[in-house]
T-cell receptor
Protein backbone atom coordinates (compact mmCIF):
# COMPACT_ATOMS: atom_id res chain seq x y z
CA UNK A 1 0.00 0.00 0.00
CA UNK A 2 1.16 3.49 -0.74
CA UNK A 3 1.79 6.00 2.03
CA UNK A 4 1.65 9.70 1.27
CA UNK A 5 3.25 12.43 3.36
CA UNK A 6 2.46 16.10 3.08
CA UNK A 7 4.74 17.61 5.70
CA UNK A 8 3.25 21.11 5.63
CA UNK A 9 -0.18 21.19 7.32
CA UNK A 10 -0.45 24.91 6.54
CA UNK A 11 1.22 27.31 4.15
CA UNK A 12 0.78 31.00 3.48
CA UNK A 13 1.68 33.05 0.43
CA UNK A 14 1.36 36.67 -0.57
CA UNK A 15 -0.80 37.37 -3.58
CA UNK A 16 1.27 37.31 -6.82
CA UNK A 17 4.09 35.41 -5.13
CA UNK A 18 5.17 31.80 -5.62
CA UNK A 19 4.65 28.92 -3.21
CA UNK A 20 5.72 25.28 -3.25
CA UNK A 21 3.80 22.49 -1.54
CA UNK A 22 5.71 19.31 -0.80
CA UNK A 23 4.69 15.66 -1.08
CA UNK A 24 6.57 12.42 -0.66
CA UNK A 25 5.19 8.95 -1.09
CA UNK A 26 6.16 5.35 -0.86
CA UNK A 27 5.45 2.80 -3.56
CA UNK A 28 7.02 -0.35 -4.96
CA UNK A 29 5.48 0.23 -8.38
CA UNK A 30 7.32 1.71 -11.35
CA UNK A 31 4.35 2.78 -13.44
CA UNK A 32 1.76 4.99 -11.79
CA UNK A 33 0.11 8.40 -11.89
CA UNK A 34 0.40 11.29 -9.47
CA UNK A 35 -2.19 13.99 -8.94
CA UNK A 36 -2.71 17.19 -7.05
CA UNK A 37 -6.29 17.99 -6.13
CA UNK A 38 -7.58 21.25 -4.70
CA UNK A 39 -10.47 21.42 -2.24
CA UNK A 40 -11.84 24.94 -1.66
CA UNK A 41 -14.39 25.71 1.09
CA UNK A 42 -17.12 24.49 -1.25
CA UNK A 43 -15.48 21.04 -0.61
CA UNK A 44 -15.49 20.16 -4.31
CA UNK A 45 -12.41 18.09 -5.21
CA UNK A 46 -10.88 19.79 -8.23
CA UNK A 47 -8.06 18.31 -10.30
CA UNK A 48 -5.10 20.69 -10.43
CA UNK A 49 -2.45 18.72 -12.28
CA UNK A 50 -1.52 15.20 -13.33
CA UNK A 51 1.83 13.49 -13.88
CA UNK A 52 2.59 10.09 -15.38
CA UNK A 53 5.48 8.43 -13.57
CA UNK A 54 7.12 7.15 -16.74
CA UNK A 55 7.45 10.68 -18.12
CA UNK A 56 10.59 12.53 -17.14
CA UNK A 57 9.22 15.92 -18.14
CA UNK A 58 7.48 17.75 -15.33
CA UNK A 59 3.80 18.55 -15.93
CA UNK A 60 2.69 22.16 -16.24
CA UNK A 61 -0.80 23.66 -16.25
CA UNK A 62 -0.74 27.43 -16.59
CA UNK A 63 0.42 28.77 -13.19
CA UNK A 64 0.76 25.29 -11.73
CA UNK A 65 3.79 23.06 -12.22
CA UNK A 66 5.30 20.06 -10.50
CA UNK A 67 8.78 18.95 -9.58
CA UNK A 68 8.68 15.17 -9.91
CA UNK A 69 11.70 13.31 -8.57
CA UNK A 70 10.93 9.63 -9.15
CA UNK A 71 13.99 8.21 -7.43
CA UNK A 72 13.35 10.33 -4.37
CA UNK A 73 9.59 9.65 -4.56
CA UNK A 74 8.90 13.33 -4.33
CA UNK A 75 6.13 15.25 -6.09
CA UNK A 76 5.95 18.93 -5.17
CA UNK A 77 3.50 21.49 -6.53
CA UNK A 78 4.56 25.01 -7.42
CA UNK A 79 1.97 27.75 -7.73
CA UNK A 80 3.21 30.88 -9.46
CA UNK A 81 1.57 34.31 -9.34
CA UNK A 82 -0.70 33.17 -6.51
CA UNK A 83 -4.26 34.41 -6.61
CA UNK A 84 -6.87 34.75 -3.90
CA UNK A 85 -8.84 31.97 -5.55
CA UNK A 86 -5.96 29.56 -4.96
CA UNK A 87 -6.77 29.46 -1.25
CA UNK A 88 -7.83 25.89 -0.49
CA UNK A 89 -6.73 22.52 0.85
CA UNK A 90 -4.34 20.78 -1.52
CA UNK A 91 -4.07 17.00 -1.62
CA UNK A 92 -1.30 14.96 -3.18
CA UNK A 93 -2.51 11.62 -4.54
CA UNK A 94 -0.36 8.93 -6.15
CA UNK A 95 -2.35 6.32 -8.01
CA UNK A 96 -1.42 2.79 -9.03
CA UNK A 97 -4.17 1.28 -11.19
CA UNK A 98 -7.32 2.01 -9.16
CA UNK A 99 -5.56 2.34 -5.82
CA UNK A 100 -5.32 6.10 -5.20
CA UNK A 101 -4.10 7.29 -1.79
CA UNK A 102 -4.40 10.81 -0.48
CA UNK A 103 -2.09 12.77 1.76
CA UNK A 104 -3.43 14.60 4.81
CA UNK A 105 -3.49 17.85 2.85
CA UNK A 106 -1.90 21.29 3.03
CA UNK A 107 -4.08 24.29 3.78
CA UNK A 108 -2.96 27.21 1.63
CA UNK A 109 -3.80 30.76 2.64
CA UNK A 110 -3.31 33.60 0.16
CA UNK A 111 -2.79 37.04 1.64
CA UNK A 112 -3.92 40.10 -0.34
CA UNK B 1 -20.53 17.27 -19.80
CA UNK B 2 -22.36 17.79 -16.52
CA UNK B 3 -19.66 16.09 -14.47
CA UNK B 4 -20.32 13.64 -11.67
CA UNK B 5 -23.67 14.30 -10.01
CA UNK B 6 -24.42 13.43 -6.40
CA UNK B 7 -27.58 13.75 -4.39
CA UNK B 8 -28.51 14.87 -1.88
CA UNK B 9 -25.88 17.53 -1.19
CA UNK B 10 -26.75 17.52 2.50
CA UNK B 11 -28.43 14.87 4.61
CA UNK B 12 -29.31 15.10 8.26
CA UNK B 13 -30.79 12.01 9.88
CA UNK B 14 -31.20 10.40 13.24
CA UNK B 15 -29.28 7.44 14.52
CA UNK B 16 -30.81 4.16 13.39
CA UNK B 17 -32.32 5.53 10.20
CA UNK B 18 -31.49 4.28 6.73
CA UNK B 19 -29.54 6.64 4.50
CA UNK B 20 -29.16 6.36 0.72
CA UNK B 21 -26.65 8.42 -1.22
CA UNK B 22 -26.84 8.60 -5.00
CA UNK B 23 -24.35 9.12 -7.78
CA UNK B 24 -24.45 9.57 -11.53
CA UNK B 25 -21.00 9.18 -13.14
CA UNK B 26 -19.74 11.02 -16.19
CA UNK B 27 -21.22 9.49 -19.31
CA UNK B 28 -18.86 6.97 -20.86
CA UNK B 29 -16.85 6.39 -17.71
CA UNK B 30 -16.70 2.74 -16.76
CA UNK B 31 -15.16 3.07 -13.29
CA UNK B 32 -17.02 4.45 -10.29
CA UNK B 33 -15.57 5.07 -6.84
CA UNK B 34 -17.07 5.90 -3.45
CA UNK B 35 -14.89 7.77 -0.94
CA UNK B 36 -15.47 9.03 2.58
CA UNK B 37 -13.77 12.11 4.03
CA UNK B 38 -13.48 12.74 7.77
CA UNK B 39 -11.23 14.97 9.82
CA UNK B 40 -9.73 12.00 11.62
CA UNK B 41 -9.07 9.68 8.69
CA UNK B 42 -8.92 11.98 5.67
CA UNK B 43 -10.07 10.61 2.32
CA UNK B 44 -10.64 6.88 2.19
CA UNK B 45 -11.74 4.66 -0.66
CA UNK B 46 -14.78 2.62 0.30
CA UNK B 47 -15.54 0.65 -2.86
CA UNK B 48 -15.15 0.83 -6.60
CA UNK B 49 -16.98 -0.63 -9.58
CA UNK B 50 -15.88 -1.47 -13.10
CA UNK B 51 -18.61 -1.89 -15.70
CA UNK B 52 -21.19 -1.95 -12.89
CA UNK B 53 -19.45 -4.82 -11.07
CA UNK B 54 -17.97 -4.25 -7.58
CA UNK B 55 -14.24 -4.91 -7.81
CA UNK B 56 -12.87 -3.97 -4.40
CA UNK B 57 -15.02 -3.35 -1.35
CA UNK B 58 -12.27 -3.81 1.21
CA UNK B 59 -12.70 -0.23 2.36
CA UNK B 60 -16.33 -0.63 3.36
CA UNK B 61 -16.25 -0.18 7.13
CA UNK B 62 -18.82 -2.77 8.13
CA UNK B 63 -21.93 -4.63 7.09
CA UNK B 64 -24.08 -1.60 7.70
CA UNK B 65 -22.66 -0.18 4.47
CA UNK B 66 -23.68 -1.47 1.06
CA UNK B 67 -23.27 -0.16 -2.48
CA UNK B 68 -24.90 -1.04 -5.75
CA UNK B 69 -24.57 -0.06 -9.36
CA UNK B 70 -27.64 -1.32 -11.25
CA UNK B 71 -26.58 0.35 -14.52
CA UNK B 72 -23.81 2.41 -16.04
CA UNK B 73 -25.36 5.72 -15.05
CA UNK B 74 -26.38 5.20 -11.44
CA UNK B 75 -24.95 4.01 -8.15
CA UNK B 76 -26.11 4.09 -4.54
CA UNK B 77 -24.36 3.89 -1.21
CA UNK B 78 -26.63 2.81 1.61
CA UNK B 79 -26.06 2.90 5.35
CA UNK B 80 -28.47 0.94 7.49
CA UNK B 81 -28.74 1.58 10.36
CA UNK B 82 -26.83 4.85 10.49
CA UNK B 83 -24.70 5.85 13.49
CA UNK B 84 -23.25 9.22 14.54
CA UNK B 85 -19.72 8.04 13.61
CA UNK B 86 -20.89 7.75 10.00
CA UNK B 87 -21.07 11.54 9.82
CA UNK B 88 -18.72 12.58 7.01
CA UNK B 89 -18.58 13.88 3.46
CA UNK B 90 -19.13 11.11 0.93
CA UNK B 91 -17.70 11.56 -2.54
CA UNK B 92 -18.40 9.72 -5.73
CA UNK B 93 -15.81 9.78 -8.52
CA UNK B 94 -15.62 8.28 -11.99
CA UNK B 95 -12.90 7.55 -14.52
CA UNK B 96 -12.16 5.64 -17.67
CA UNK B 97 -9.14 4.11 -19.37
CA UNK B 98 -6.67 5.89 -21.62
CA UNK B 99 -3.88 4.01 -23.34
CA UNK B 100 -4.98 0.89 -21.53
CA UNK B 101 -4.67 2.33 -18.04
CA UNK B 102 -7.21 3.86 -15.73
CA UNK B 103 -6.73 7.58 -15.65
CA UNK B 104 -7.90 10.66 -13.79
CA UNK B 105 -10.72 10.34 -11.30
CA UNK B 106 -13.26 13.15 -11.48
CA UNK B 107 -15.15 13.87 -8.30
CA UNK B 108 -18.70 14.85 -7.61
CA UNK B 109 -19.57 17.69 -5.22
CA UNK B 110 -19.99 15.33 -2.29
CA UNK B 111 -22.80 14.63 0.16
CA UNK B 112 -22.38 15.95 3.67
CA UNK B 113 -24.01 13.43 6.01
CA UNK B 114 -24.83 14.27 9.60
CA UNK B 115 -26.19 11.54 11.85
CA UNK B 116 -27.62 12.86 15.11
Amino acid sequence: AQTVTQSQPEMSVQEAETVTLSCTYDTSESDYYLFWYKQPPSRQMILVIRQEAYKQQNATENRFSVNFQKAAKSFSLKISDSQLGDAAMYFCAPKNNNDMRFGAGTRLTVKP
Amino acid sequence: DAGVIQSPRHEVTEMGQEVTLRCKPISGHDYLFWYRQTMMRGLELLIYFNNNVPIDDSGMPEDRFSAKMPNASFSTLKIQPSEPRDSAVYFCASSTRTSGRTDTQYFGPGTRLTVL
